[in-house]
């Protein structure tokens, strides 16, 4: 049974809402991609809110399994970005 969470991965939620960035600046290359290992504390993406750019911090290390939200769109509060499967 655990097993099978842990393959599942960890969805990172959107804690505001925003508009959702990949990459710090336009044409710059995105934070994550799918694939990528990561590790705690690194940024996987931006959320602006009221002209205040909040960087969304991974919780732990592990690897990117999708990204659901689309760069320069806008997110709700509690709305899946991403699922990484802890390393």
């Known amino acids: 049974e655990r097993a099978a ?3 599942e ?3 990172v ?3 505001m809402v925003g508009t959702f960035y ?19 504390g690194a940024t996987l993406c931006i959320v ?3 002209k205040l750019m909040n960087e969304i911090e ?10 659901y939200a689309q760069n320069g769109k806008s997110v709700e509060f509690g709305q899946k970005l991403f699922k990484i499967k802890k390393a």
């Open 5 to 7: 969470a842990a393959a």
């Open 9 to 11: 991965g960890h969805v």
């Open 13 to 15: 939620k959107s804690p």
């Open 22 to 40: 990949r990459s710090a600046t336009p044409g710059s290359a995105p934070f994550v991609e799918v694939g990528d290992t990561i590790q705690e």
């Open 48 to 50: 602006e809110a009221m």
């Open 58 to 67: 991974a919780e732990f290390s592990g690897t990117i399994l999708e990204i």
